[in-house]
């Protein structure tokens, strides 16, 4: 009895001592916390909107015990951070600061910051800075340097054109809701413009829309996402950011040169309208990266000129009825997110089991049509006319002379084939570049037409023409 009393005594004992030596801190300078990093740096944001929430880590890699007994903003708060320390904010009200924490041995806290940050006064990013000061029981003075760059911008929510308007802007554009364009008037967006849409935000387009790039100055509309999803993937490059741009039945007489529209749901779609004059046109434009189509046009008449129609979750183009003219054009199905992708190309003239009324009419004029799938390519003969001339097309072969003129079946037994025609065809990184490679063997294909045809980069067409864009 008494030997096991004493084994008990001892063992109480012993506990004791391990609890002592855990409750053990340290107040000496020779003692520091460690970083998971010494700057967290964000990305650029808009002036005046919440950041995505970023954190790093704290740790204590001695045996010892440590108490913070104060973390605070060094600015406090004249920057805009927000943080917040193991579950507890810093009270921005009262010198952004917070007392008393304390890491065991071995032990970590997580550090949570947000901002958002005030206006700049300036039509370029801003720098905004402030260090996260940790104070120990010692008197120790560590510090995380916190950074981002903020940019003023201009927010337009659910806005309506009755009039005829211009939009243009040096300062970026936040869209929320909504840009409604009436059917009496007529919205005119010019460089250097960019607009940047909220999730579920698009153009609405009753009455008349024109877009005026610039060659090397193109107006851009993409979302308003600026951070990263990953270190190395921009939310940029992720489709289906915001909503597009739809042409309802009454608007007419559209135009879009010198455009980058990218990471939409549906990049543009045309409802059933008249088909007299030209509905749409587009030129030297990028439609890129979309959740859906990337032109969806429905018994109306849109023109294409060097334009690029790339990476779409369904076709790139979808004709139903109507007339599509395309030249000079590059339309390429690289899109990496799913196994069901469209094709780069679809026409027929029925939807829904509803036919429309004049049969469909397709005119392609040195444009490349390529992808992943071997035929990329689908279209109804019964109900369309159409015409490939000096085109790429992957799609197997068919003895047409009619309908295919000077045309390039391409195979995936082609040395050179699908993405090998371009310059970069990244999927890992998300990043394309569509201009011809210098070993692609489209160049020098295209066929000179009259009149002057400008490529992308706003280079007169000549001698040394390249099938597609270039």
């Not at 740096?41 to 740790?59: A, C, E, N």
């Not at 005119?188 to 940047?196: F, G, N």
Request: hydrophobic share 35%; glycine share 8%.
């Amino acid at each position: 009895m008494m030997r096991r009393l004493s084994f008990f005594i001892l063992s109480l004992a012993t506990l004791l001592a391990v609890s002592c030596s855990d409750d053990e801190f340290s107040t000496g300078k020779q003692d520091f916390l460690d970083f998971s990093t010494d700057t967290l740096r964000m990305d650029t944001l808009f002036s005046g909107v919440p950041s995505p929430t970023y954190s790093f880590m704290v740790y204590n890699n001695g045996d010892k015990g440590l108490r913070i007994s104060q973390v605070r903003l060094q600015k406090g708060n004249q920057t805009g951070f927000r943080v917040n320390v193991d579950g507890v904010f810093l009270d921005n009200s009262n010198g952004s600061q917070a007392q008393d924490f304390e890491i065991r041995g071995g032990d970590s806290l997580r550090v949570f910051v947000e901002l958002t940050s005030y206006k700049a006064f300036s039509d370029e990013p801003q720098r905004v800075e402030d260090n996260l000061l940790f104070t120990l029981e010692s008197g120790a003075e560590q510090k995380v340097c916190l950074s981002a760059c903020t940019w003023d911008a201009i927010e337009l929510r659910d806005f309506t054109v009755s009039r005829d308007t211009t939009i243009s802007s040096i300062k970026p554009i936040v869209v929320y809701g909504e840009i409604r364009v009436d059917s009496s008037a007529t919205l005119t967006i010019k460089s250097p413009t960019r607009l940047y849409f909220h999730p579920k935000s698009g153009i609405d387009v009753f009455g008349r829309l024109v877009v005026e790039g610039k060659a090397g100055d193109e107006v851009v509309l993409r979302g308003d996402r600026l951070d990263h999803i990953f270190d190395y993937l921009p939310y940029d490059r992720l489709s289906g950011q915001w909503r597009g741009i739809r042409f309802h039945s009454s608007s007419s007489d559209n135009s879009i040169s010198f455009a980058d529209i990218h990471s939409t749901d549906d990049a543009i779609v045309c409802d059933s309208a008249a088909l007299g004059t030209c509905r749409l046109r587009l030129a030297n434009t990028t439609l890129h990266n979309c959740n859906g189509y990337g032109l969806r046009a429905v018994n109306s008449y849109v023109s294409l000129v060097n334009c690029q129609i790339t990476n779409t979750l369904g076709d790139c183009i979808s004709m139903v009825g109507g007339k599509l003219e395309l030249t000079y054009c590059t339309v390429a199905q690289f899109y990496p997110f799913s196994v069901d992708r469209g094709a780069a190309i679809s026409f027929g003239n029925s939807l829904n089991g509803i036919v429309m009324p004049d049969r469909g009419l397709l005119s392609c004029i040195n444009t490349a049509f390529t992808g992943y799938a071997e035929d990329v390519v689908v279209g109804d003969s019964l109900s369309f006319d159409y015409q490939f001339v000096n085109c790429l097309l992957r799609t197997p072969a068919i003895d047409d002379s009619l309908r295919f003129k000077n045309v390039i079946f391409e195979s995936p037994k082609d040395s050179i084939q699908g993405d090998k025609h371009f310059r970069l065809v990244d999927i890992d990184l998300q990043d394309y570049d569509f201009h011809l490679d210098s070993l692609s063997t489209l160049r020098g294909k295209a066929v000179p037409m009259d009149g002057v045809v400008r490529n992308r980069d706003g280079v007169l067409r000549g001698d040394t023409l390249n099938i597609g864009c270039y």
